[in-house]
């Protein structure tokens, strides 16, 4: 009997063993005289985005190869990895440009997984072709007096615009406006806002409003804190004033708009989405519809401590006294899984709406489990959130 025991104890324990050292092994072969004199540090969801020792690839002399082993995770894992400890030079895209986007690591099962190599970002010259489709109107150096600046405008026309002279259109202002129409002009994928609405025949004109130098301070309507534990004074206010005083009267004077809250949108993501949110909570009377993708919930508290904490959230207190038009407003919000764990944030945000008098007809939230946060997960959801802002 004990001699079974022993069998079966060991039998059980190799097998944990085993589960426990499943992983899959992440193989970079990068090219150039210098490979292999360089740290390259791979991190993500499974070591808290942490560069430290531990978070260094291994060189293979003989294969000319860096390799590590991402331990099982039972949710999905997302990685990147950076040349030499810097945040700023990830691997680049094929056009030379930062891929921001990370990678998911298959950690069921033992397997390898080789990236694409394209050079390092700031080894690399960005050779990015221009894949606009349609008719995009630039407004260069655009002043902008509240923001005590100037910034550049892209203005995309919907095909029918020229063809139907005495017909007014819905407008859509989007933040981060620069990374919308083309990879000519984004840092690092495009949103690819000009092919959406060609394939969902949505007759909307699109503002762009490309970001400035202090993106930190302009996208936040409430002091707070970085990811990084640093004091941020918000002057996302300043920034909706701008829309509404200055561009929103340009844009209506020079193009036949239907001006009526029902059919302004402001959309963005992250801090963008922040923004967005922000605007259908305080300045409803102006911005009916609304769109935030990935909205950055970390940056709203003042707390590094607690900047996840729906108690201590500026944007979770103002949904619940936020007083909805029941005729007008409609509210569209999501996020991915991977971003922060849970959609524990995403359902308090929309309880929260629901408490203030939003009726499920208003709002739409979008739960994406394999969501990154980059503009081709957005991309991929936009034709959602704009089909459902939009269309009857």
């Known amino acids: 009997m004990l001699k079974t025991y022993r069998v079966t104890y060991l039998f059980v324990a190799l097998t944990m063993l085993s589960l426990h050292a499943r992983a899959q ?183 762009g409003i490309a970001n400035g130098a202090e993106r930190w301070k302009e996208y936040n309507p409430w002091d707070s804190v970085n990811y990084m534990g640093k004091s941020i004074q918000g002057t996302g206010n300043k920034t909706i004033q701008f829309i509404q005083q200055e561009l929103k009267p340009y844009i209506d004077k020079n193009y036949r708009t239907r001006t009526e809250a029902e059919n302004t949108a402001l959309i963005g993501s992250s801090l963008g989405g922040l923004m967005a949110l922000y605007a259908g909570i305080e300045h409803s009377d102006t911005f009916g519809k609304v769109a935030a993708f990935s909205p950055s919930f970390s940056f709203t508290t003042f707390d590094a401590q607690t900047s996840l904490d729906p108690a201590k959230s500026n944007l979770i207190s103002a949904a619940k006294q936020t007083k909805p038009n029941k005729d007008k407003n409609k509210i569209y919000f999501d996020v991915g899984e991977v971003e922060y764990g849970s959609f524990d944030l995403l359902d308090t945000l929309y309880d929260s709406f629901v408490t203030a008098g939003y009726s499920p007809a208003q709002l739409k939230m979008v739960k994406d489990t394999k969501g990154r946060h980059c503009e081709l997960d957005w991309a991929q959801r936009l034709p959602v959130a704009l089909n459902w802002l939009f269309k009857p």
């Open 25 to 207: 092994t992440v193989i970079l072969k990068p090219t150039g005289s210098a490979s292999g004199s360089y740290s390259v540090d791979l991190i993500g969801s499974f070591n808290q985005w942490e560069m430290t020792p531990n978070s260094k690839m291994q060189w293979n002399d003989s294969t000319k190869t860096y390799h590590y082993s991402i331990p099982k995770s039972p949710k999905p894992t997302l990685f990147n990895v950076y040349k030499q400890g810097d945040w700023q030079n990830p691997l680049a895209t094929e056009y030379g440009k930062p891929y921001t986007c990370g990678y998911f690591a298959d950690t069921e099962n033992d397997s390898s997984l080789t990236l694409d190599f394209h050079g390092w970002t700031k080894d690399k010259a960005i050779t990015a072709p221009d894949t606009l489709v349609g008719k995009l109107i630039t407004l260069n150096d655009f002043p902008m007096k509240s923001l005590e600046r100037s910034g550049d405008i892209y203005i995309y026309l919907p095909n029918s615009y020229l063809h139907q002279p005495n017909r007014a259109y819905p407008v859509v202002y989007m933040l981060d406006g620069q990374n919308l129409f083309t990879e000519a002009l984004s840092y690092s994928y495009e949103w690819q806002v000009d092919e959406t609405l060609t394939a969902t025949k949505l007759d909307i004109i699109v503002v």
